[in-house]
Structure formats: C-alpha cells, structure tokens
C-alpha cells in the first residue's frame, strides 16, 4: 500500500512540475547526487515536491527580500536556537538534527540515537536523504524535502526557501555544504550540515544580504572556533552550494 502510495505522489509530482529548476540533466545522476537522494526515484521525487513548494511561495510573493529587515528564529518566538557540539567529528549531521529537533519539539534524543537511526558512520558520515527522513520522524510540525542546489534556476529560489521556513513556518533550514565559504574555518573545505537560523536583507542589494547559522563543530581554523553561531553572505554560499551540487533540507 505504501509503495503504491509513493507512485502515486511521483507521478502527480512530475506532472506538476514547474520550471523553477534545470532538470534535464538529471536523468543519470554522479554519485553525490546518487548516494544522498538513495534512489533516482526520490531524488525526483523531492525536486519535484520542491518546486511545487517553491511556486507557491512565488505565487505568495514571498521569494523577494523585504529590504531592511532582520528575521530570526529567536527574534519570532523569543526562543534561543540550541547549539549541540557533535559528540564525534562524523556526526554533524546527528548532532543538527538534535538541535533542529530540540528547537521544533522542545525536546530531543541523543546524538547517538539519531546516528543509529540514520546508519552514521565515519566513511560516509549521514545521507542527505536520512537526515530528511530523520526530521520528519522526529517532529510533525514540518514535512521536509531536499533540493539538489545545482539545478536552481535563480538565487533567489534559495532566498525563498529559507526565508519562507524561517520567517512562515519558524523551522529551520539545513544545508549539506562546503565549509570553504565559511570564514571562520579559513578556506578549509570539509563536507558539512549546518544549519541557517536567521537573515537579513540589506537595501544596498543582495551582495550584502546574510544568513546567521549554527555550527556544531568544534575547531579552531586561525579565525576562533568555528562552534555557535556565525554568518555567512547570501550570494557566496548561494554560488558554492549551486556550483558544488550540495543539499538544502527545508
């Protein structure tokens, strides 16, 4: 009944699939792509889901910055976003499901429980499509999906993304990217979930925009420890998650 179920969700899902993304180069995904999404058939599946979501923020009008404003997930419910160092140097994405499902829950169980959930291990550390799984059987309150970042058609479906989940539904966003963008880890560029919390659009344009996220590592690159949070610019971490292929979880 459930694989009947899913079928039915591709098919409609294909079928009403905008342009928002380039997807005729997918039909043979690299491995990256393969492993993370765990099927072709997921991996459409949640493109699709994605621009569907994706058009009807467009419709609400709600993918354009609101000049001038700073949002966050504290600053609209007064709650702070938890920070959780991971317990081992594979297990970022364990220790940011605990934070995200301690932020929408208000409790949470231990890294360890999510790392066995999600099969962490230290070669191949947590799939992008486990991580997915993970939240939406930890917390109700959100139905996540990924979006493979190369195939956005424009910065500001990224934009609309995340500002949609924090600023509407007070969620947030999960990215799988390069830590070389980051400053705080100083150009080195490790495979990494971290999670944005909260933006600012600047009125001089988007060059100055912002996301603030939460890291849970702990090192020190020359520029202080990379653990807390930090920010990074809207259009540099747009350009390395587009052109390195990475996820967004939202």
């Not at 390069?178 to 060059?207: A, K, P």
């Amino acid at each position: 009944m459930k694989k009947i179920i899913y079928i039915l969700l591709l098919t409609i899902a294909t079928i009403t699939t905008t342009n928002v993304y380039a997807l005729e180069n997918t039909n043979t995904l690299n491995d990256y792509q393969l492993t993370n999404s765990g099927s072709k058939e997921d991996y459409w599946l949640n493109q699709s889901l994605s621009a569907q979501r994706l058009n009807q923020i467009s419709n609400n009008n709600s993918i354009q910055p609101r000049t001038g404003s700073y949002i966050s997930l504290e600053f609209l419910t007064g709650n702070s976003y938890p920070n959780y160092q991971q317990e081992k140097s594979y297990w970022c994405g364990p220790a940011t499901i605990k934070q995200a499902v301690q932020w929408i829950n208000g409790s949470s169980l231990s890294q360890q429980t999510y790392a066995t959930s999600m099969g962490t291990n230290s070669t191949s550390g947590s799939y992008v499509y486990k991580m997915r799984n993970e939240m939406n059987l930890r917390q109700s309150s959100h139905s996540y999906v990924y979006t493979d970042a190369s195939t956005l058609t424009d910065k500001w479906d990224m934009w609309g993304m995340v500002t949609s989940d924090i600023r509407e539904n007070e969620v947030p966003v999960i990215v799988h990217g390069l830590t070389g963008i980051l400053y705080m880890y100083n150009g080195r560029n490790l495979g990494h979930y971290f999670t944005l919390v909260s933006y600012y659009d600047d009125y001089q344009g988007s060059e100055y925009n912002y996301f603030e996220y939460m890291d849970t590592y702990y090192s020190n690159y020359g520029r202080g420890s990379v653990l807390g949070l930090h920010t990074v610019n809207f259009d540099d971490l747009y350009n390395s998650l587009h052109n390195s292929g990475r996820f967004i979880i939202w």
